[in-house]
Nanobody, 129 residues
Framework: QVQLVESGGGLVQAGGSLRLSCAAS????????MGWFRQAPGKAREFVAG????????YYSDSVKGRFTISTDNAKITVYLQIISLKPEDTAVYYC??????????????????????WGQGTHVTVSS
């Protein structure tokens, strides 16, 4: 199992930026991909961004393309989510996740919640208008 700890959330004004971090430990070698998800009150958890540890292949949801950037620091076993131009609708709990996903990067593959088996506790992001 992989242990994940998110940090970097907070209260920010619309138009501002944040960088979320996710520190991984444990059986990190068993994971091929990392993802960021978010869950707003009363809504389902949704995928926002993902990256392959070795391939560097990234995926983004259409709603965040151009504003969210996912990256990794393999030496620190940390995944980052840089967010710019924050909007009130970005308000949510943001979760980091890890998974062993052999189809990562395959044609027509799209990340899904069910592909990830390790999850962090989440970090709150609140965007005020």
């Amino acid at each position: 199992q992989v242990q994940l700890v998110e940090s970097g959330g907070g209260l920010v004004q619309a138009g501002g930026s944040l960088r979320l971090s996710c520190a991984a430990s444990g059986r990190t070698f068993s994971s091929t991909a990392m993802g960021w998800f978010r869950q707003a009150p009363g809504k389902a958890r949704e995928f926002v961004a993902g990256i392959g540890w070795n391939s560097g292949r990234t995926y983004y949801s259409d709603s965040v393309k151009g504003r969210f950037t996912i990256s990794t620091d393999n030496a620190k076993i940390t995944v980052y989510l840089q967010i710019i131009s924050l909007k009130p609708e970005d308000t949510a709990v943001y979760y980091c996740a890890a998974g062993q996903i052999p189809q990562w990067g395959a044609t027509f593959y799209r990340p899904d919640v069910s592909d990830f088996d390790s999850w962090g506790q989440g970090t709150h992001v609140t965007v005020s208008s």
